[in-house]
């Protein structure tokens, strides 16, 4: 099993539609979960950094994370073209220097 | 905003010949990190350094690798002997007071062997 799946997409949705991206994760000693975005040729760059259950919000981004189930997941609303970019879930266990565990990625194409 | 850099943006080597990717990483950060990404798959762990010492690494570092901070600013990646599978972007991270904190990525190298 995966350490972590991610629904490789593409996902296309049009400009206003609330985007839903999700993981799911295999080892329970995760503690961090981090959403990045990815445009072509760049670095990831970090959306999203919570180490608990529930969700946090950031302006037109909102994660969730659900640590019974496994679950991670980074709504977005009012979708606009510039979101269209790859996605990506990433966590950690705490203390094991900083080793990120990534999902493959979701890329999202936001049509005006 | 601070930001991490790389560079180069593109590097093209013959296999077999040594390659150096330089970093810098932003100021107050603490703890240094590689990941490499093969086209049109994850991004993957390497390494991540702290206090002049490897924290932790992974079953793709091998002997071939070694990373340094050379000075108060950089941070390099070296592959002594490069090989054909060794081409894909590699990006440098950065965390702050400690390895939980979240990682700010640079936009990567793009190692190319032939």
């Known amino acids: 099993q995966k350490e972590v799946e991610q629904d490789p997409g593409p996902l296309s949705v049009p400009e206003g539609a609330i985007v839903s991206l999700n993981c799911t994760y295999s080892n329970s000693a995760f503690q961090y979960f981090m959403w990045y975005r990815q445009y072509s040729r760049k670095g990831p760059e970090l959306l999203m950094y919570?180490?608990?259950?529930g969700n946090k919000e950031d302006g037109r981004f909102t994660a969730q994370v659900d640590k019974s189930s496994k679950y991670i997941s980074l709504f977005i609303r009012d979708s606009q073209p510039s979101d269209s970019a790859t996605y990506l879930c990433a966590t950690c266990i705490y203390n094991q220097g900083g080793k990120l565990i990534f999902g493959q990625g979701t890329e999202l194409s936001v049509k005006p | 905003e601070p930001e991490v850099t790389q560079t180069p943006s593109h590097q093209v080597t013959q296999m077999g010949q040594e390659v150096i990717l330089r970093c810098v990483p932003i100021?107050?950060?603490?703890?240094f990190y590689w990941y490499r990404q093969i086209l049109g798959q994850k991004v993957e762990f390497l390494v991540s350094?702290?206090?002049?010492?490897?924290?932790?690494k992974s079953e793709i570092f091998d002997d071939q690798f070694s990373v340094e901070r050379p000075d108060g600013s950089n941070f390099t990646l070296k592959i002594r002997s490069t090989k054909l599978e060794d081409s894909a972007m590699y990006f440098c991270?950065?965390?702050?007071?400690?390895?939980?904190?979240?990682?700010?990525f640079g936009d990567g190298t793009r190692l190319s062997i032939l």
């Open positions: 100021s107050n950060h603490l703890y």
């Open positions: 919570t180490y608990s259950s």
């Open positions: 350094f702290y206090n002049n010492e490897i924290s932790e």
């Open positions: 991270a950065s965390s702050g007071a400690d390895s939980n904190q979240p990682q700010h």
